[in-house]
């Protein structure tokens, strides 16, 4: 079990009798984990990683069951790290998923061998991501999607972005964005900052480190993204 804030790259074995549970703080995997099971439980996250889920289903003795073996369950937040999270087996998640993007440009992805049920999950901003208002991002492939996710069109995502369209191929989950304050009241000069962006966006087009800085200004929390507005909206003051 893992229940604190922790790094770990170690393989983990135990394909016909381990479950790897995270129950709490947030587990940033780097290694690869052969289990029968893993469930991320509420209010924990799991960050990157490679599994395998065995279903024992078939193996197990007369009189003994267990419907969650051959599951990667997620009641927390799940997330790519620098890599893509891998799972083979099938997804269960009723938790949040976080949307991960290092350039702006891209964004890594949560890779399902099998089914990835994600009834009542909720698309989720991950502190030092990077997106821009006018991209999408796939961030969900599996061999079938099912289910729908809790946000909607124009539903916060950021403190300046909002969520404008969830588009599903069936394997695949695609995410884009439009631009919107979600910071509440802003002063003269703060506004003045925030109707600079679309315009530094532009200018910045060619310049990846740029564009990647700019995509985490719009996906900061309302808090932070309200403090960098407010320090650039000082650069502007005459």
Sequence with gaps: NFAADIAYSGNI????????????GRLNYSGTANVVNVNVASGAALAGGTYTVNDMTGKM???FSDTTTGQFINHGTIMPGAENMTINGSLVSDGSIGLV?????????IVV?????????KLA????????PGKSYTFLRAENITGSLVNTAGSAFSGLLSL?????????LEASFAAENHLGTLNGSEQAAFALLPQLAANTASDSAKQAQL?????APAAAAKQALHSVAGNLAP
Excluded: H, P, R
């Design 61 to 63: 003795a007369a009189g």
């Design 125 to 132: 901003a991950v502190e030092g991501s990077s997106c821009l």
């Design 164 to 172: 404008k369209n969830l588009e599903s191929s069936g394997t695949t």
């Design 215 to 219: 995509g985490q200004l719009y996906s």
């Design 13 to 24: 074995t135990g394909d016909d009798n381990l479950k790897l549970n995270v129950t709490g």
């Design 101 to 109: 993007s290092a350039d702006a440009q891209t964004a890594k992805q």
């Design 113 to 121: 061998s099998g089914t990835a049920d994600i009834t009542g999950s």
